[in-house]
């Protein structure tokens, strides 16, 4: 359910003439994998938490998002409100309780768009803090010509499939890492939401696809997933370079 607590959401100023964009970030992490003491979304990053850099990314002026709702666990309501304390955070926002999976979390951030009558989403990991405004702004575009657009890069690596018999190589070519943000109709993926959870789900892409082909558009290398502690230092790494 929304968070009640949270200041309530202005929205951005909106061109008439097109349809609204809003976006979900999804920051369920526990931080396992980084073997951190607190979630991965409220690491520092350079002084700031990881996911207040991701909320600023697409509270840009010209991006047009006229709402933002972060989806977080229940318990970690009181920390991300501190955070916001400390930090002085006034980026309007509101927070959704997650759910037991990643689906279950952006069907309740969906929910709290349960009014907005059209429009366009963009469904982003809370950990993936550099994500360029570029990359946003061509995935809402696509999205809004297409119904469907995903974020997604060429392998660098030489890339092999395993089988009874050992492993062959597949033409990295044809093959795509997909990223964040993934952006859709609203309408499409509410009805791809509306179908049962199943196994195979790993993005919202794989929820949507047996509803409307998806759409690729170039994603960026540096729009990392922070996950270990090194993606932690590449980041730095990366906006040190950037500022």
């Not at 959401?9 to 931080?31: E, M």
């Not at 061509?138 to 030489?158: I, R």
């Not at 050992?166 to 795509?176: F, H, P, Q, V």
Request: hydrophobic share 40%.
């Amino acid at each position: 359910m929304p968070d009640n607590n949270q200041a309530p959401q202005t929205p951005a100023p909106q061109d008439s003439n097109k349809a609204p964009r809003f976006a979900i970030l999804v920051a369920g992490g526990s931080g396992t994998r980084m073997g951190a003491a607190k979630p991965k979304q409220f690491l520092d990053l350079l002084g700031e938490p990881v996911l207040l850099h991701t909320l600023r990314r697409f509270a840009e002026t010209p991006l047009r998002v006229q709402q933002c709702v972060v989806v977080l666990p229940a318990e970690q309501f009181s920390t991300w409100h501190q955070l916001c304390a400390e930090h002085n955070i006034h980026i309007p926002h509101t927070v959704v309780a997650g759910g037991a999976t990643r689906w279950a979390s952006v069907r309740n951030g969906l929910a709290y768009l349960a009014d907005q009558k059209s429009g366009t989403v963009a469904v982003h990991d809370g950990v993936r803090p550099l994500v360029p405004a570029s990359v946003i702004e061509e995935c809402f575009a696509t999205a809004e010509a297409h119904g469907t657009a995903v974020a997604a890069v060429v392998p660098k690596d030489s890339v092999r499939n395993l089988s009874q018999q050992g492993s062959y190589a597949l033409d990295r070519a044809r093959l795509r890492l997909v990223q964040t943000p993934q952006c859709f109709e609203l309408e499409l993926l509410r009805r791809a939401y509306q179908l049962p959870e199943l196994s195979t789900f790993t993005d919202d892409a794989s929820v949507v696809e047996d509803l409307h082909p998806i759409q690729l558009v170039p994603g960026d290398y540096r729009n990392l997933k922070i996950t270990t502690p090194e993606d932690l230092l590449l980041a730095e790494a990366i906006l040190r370079s950037t500022t």
